[in-house]
């Protein structure tokens, strides 16, 4: 098959053949987007570069002005009812998208041609915008080095030279930029907000929200995205006590639960009052870009976490959050104490909002809570009986944990405790909450990530989305507020290593693991730990790293001038052995040419003037002109028309050592025989 391209290849005319990589070279490009653009920009784009392709082939013209402007006019119309703009990030890159393929078809010139690469550089670019992951740049990489090799085809204009040799080209170009890259990678001031990706802060993305409706979670548990790379210092806790805190929803409104937003004054909302105990875990975590203030840690961290640029700070409910998005990767080290307490000790007024139902949801989950306090007893001095009746009650009463328990109806805690039986993470933890506080008992959801999986080639923890949890909160009299999991007594491999989530593997990587399940780990173990190894070494080299560079290099007090001052110095540096290497090489420069140029030379030593630029064939005619029919001048017209069938003889025997023999055993005359 490989052949036949070839055999096509080669019998199309040039600019065909030109034209047709041109444009596997952008569907490529546009390939990289197809998950980011609309439906309708990536049909365009196809249609577009499939008519540009027959077009091609067929030797027909391109299309006039009336429809280049009526494809312009349908891209803009649909791009704003996409995107409700045409400005902005996601319709900036729907327009270019549409715009490069839209640009192939007035591709008459060089010119033109020149455009449509700019324009897929400009392109490769966007892709930053959405991921930095090393799959990407892979892509990316692919697709740069088409776009150079078209270019440098593009200055090939004579003959038909092979695609092959504008690659070679191509590579050796981008081989002799690697260098320069590295230096401004490592030297480059990293200054917000000139540097990084800027992004839509509005724009979501797969994750955690600070809101959840029952059924949320469970469609993360499809998800096998990362969220999260820990790295313990010393021996890491039980994978059971591994619990991320991330959003606390206390109001709830039958429906969805929600942050707490009450009106109360400052002095008289809930206070931390956290207390700990024991020796803290220290650890680092690596965090993937979520777009939300979240900073997620292990319950529960006394001190803000070290992150670099941003400041952190942590609520009432002990979620750690930051002024701004976390819109980029990021690095931070963090203390958490497992044993810890937090709340009030006693009842105050503020809690009155984890005990808040709505009116008209759930009765017979508040005629069980009645139930409960007939049989148990009523009050703060029973609350402990209570949720351990009610745990009993999941532990016993037949409820199973599944993914799929069906689309729930207004009435969720009635569904789940007397019909269904069965739900997950977050169909377990908000009912237990609802029973809880129908039983006078205050409660909420507390979300974030529970558990994660050890990946032995690197040693860190790696936490996926969907490891996503939700889970429970009581206050208890004397106690204050206490962690309750009702996932864990449906199924307690939900928070162990027995029953930890898998989503759903495609067919490869399914058929491997089915074939050898060692493989297929240890495959997915060596990939996680060469990503975070991209991870901390490229996309998390912050400005810290710059500076840390710089001290390693003798710097007493680095700052950003003093990395402006290296890179000047380093360009400088760079810039003179350039100059060097231009001297030296101009003096290296084809042996074959510096051989003509002693003929030359020499030959208007016997007053042959004005041979400077006459080619081997030319100058023997001169020769033979000017010095008649002589020995010297018929072993000279030979030796030069010797040393052109050298230079553009594909058949020619002779070499240039040969001829650089040849050349000293000439006969020479002793003197200007003109």
């Not at 092959?164 to 590295?182: D, E, F, H, N, W």
């Not at 759903?504 to 997915?524: K, V, Y």
Request: with cysteine; aromatic share 10%.
């Amino acid at each position: 098959m490989l052949k036949n391209a070839r055999i096509l290849a080669a019998s199309l005319p040039r600019d065909t053949r030109d034209t047709l990589f041109l444009l596997a070279v952008i569907a490529w490009v546009v390939l990289l987007q197809v998950a980011h653009i609309p439906w309708w920009c990536t049909a365009l784009t196809v249609v577009v570069l499939a008519g540009r392709t027959v077009l091609a082939l067929k030797g027909k013209p391109l299309p006039g002005w009336g429809w280049r402007v009526g494809l312009l006019a349908l891209t803009l119309g649909a791009t704003w009812a996409t995107h409700r703009t045409i400005l902005g990030q996601d319709a900036g890159v729907t327009l270019i998208v549409v715009l490069l393929a839209l640009k192939t078809l007035e591709l008459r010139a060089r010119r033109d041609a020149f455009v449509v690469f700019f324009l897929g550089f400009f392109t490769l670019l966007t892709h930053f915008f959405y991921s930095q992951s090393l799959l990407t740049a892979a892509g990316i990489l692919i697709a740069l080095l088409g776009l150079l090799t078209a270019l440098v085809n593009a200055h090939m204009p004579v003959g038909r030279p092979p695609l092959a040799q504008a690659a070679r080209i191509a590579v050796g170009m981008a081989l002799m930029g690697a260098p320069i890259m590295l230096v401004l990678f490592m030297l480059f001031p990293r200054m917000a907000p000139l540097w990084g990706m800027p992004t839509d802060s509005m724009a979501g993305r797969s994750g955690l929200s600070d809101q959840m409706r029952v059924g949320q979670i469970a469609s993360l548990a499809l998800d096998d995205s990362i969220a999260l790379r820990v790295r313990f210092e010393g021996e890491p806790p039980p994978q059971r006590d591994l619990y991320f805190r991330g959003p606390v929803l206390t109001d709830f409104d039958g429906v969805q639960w929600r942050p707490l937003r009450s009106g109360f004054p400052a002095n008289m909302e809930l206070p931390a009052n956290l207390q700990v105990s024991g020796e803290p875990v220290r650890y680092e975590v690596t965090m993937e870009p979520h777009k939300r203030p979240w900073l997620f840690v292990l319950e529960a961290a006394t001190q803000a976490p070290e992150l670099p640029g941003n400041q952190a700070f942590m609520t009432p409910e002990l979620q750690w959050i930051t002024r701004r998005p976390m819109n980029e990767l990021v690095r931070y080290r963090v203390e958490s104490y497992l044993t810890f307490r937090h709340g009030p000790l006693t009842t105050t007024m503020a809690l009155q909002d984890q005990v808040e139902l709505p009116a008209g949801f759930n009765p017979r989950t508040l005629m069980l809570a009645q139930q409960l306090r007939r049989e148990v007893g009523a009050g703060p001095a029973f609350s402990e009986a209570l949720v351990n009746v009610v745990l009993e009650r999941l532990r016993t009463g037949g409820y199973t944990y599944t993914l799929e328990p069906g689309v729930y109806g207004q009435h969720t805690a009635d569904e789940f405790w007397f019909d269904r039986r069965e739900g997950f993470c977050e169909h377990i933890a908000s009912s237990f909450v609802i029973l809880m506080r129908a039983l006078d008992i205050p409660a909420r959801v507390v979300t974030g990530y529970q558990g994660g999986e050890l990946n032995t080639v690197d040693g860190f923890w790696t936490v996926r989305q969907r490891d996503a949890h939700a889970w429970a909160e009581v206050w208890l009299q004397g106690q204050g507020w206490v962690r309750v999991d009702p996932t864990s007594a449906v199924a307690p491999g939900r928070t162990g290593t027995l029953e930890r989530l898998r989503a759903p593997e495609g067919a490869f990587a399914g058929t491997i693991r089915t074939l050898n399940p060692n493989l297929a780990a240890q495959l997915r173990a060596v990939w996680d730990a060469v990503n975070n190894r991209w991870n901390q070494s490229v996309l998390n080299y912050t400005q810290g790293k710059q500076l840390n560079l710089l001290k390693n290099l003798g710097f007493n007090n680095p700052s950003w001038t003093d990395l402006v001052y290296v890179l000047i110095a380093v360009v400088v540096l760079v810039s003179l052995a350039g100059a060097g290497w231009t001297l030296w090489e101009r003096q290296q420069h084809d042996p074959w040419q510096r051989l003509l140029k002693r003929a030359r030379q020499r030959l208007h030593t016997l007053g042959l003037t004005d041979t400077e630029h006459l080619p081997p064939r030319a100058l023997a005619l001169r020769v033979r002109e000017r010095l008649g029919d002589t020995p010297f001048s018929h072993s000279m017209t030979q030796w030069l028309l010797k040393l052109e069938r050298q230079r553009y003889s594909r058949e020619s025997p002779v070499t240039l050592a040969i001829l650089q023999r040849e050349y000293q055993q000439l006969a020479w005359p002793k003197e200007d025989v003109l």
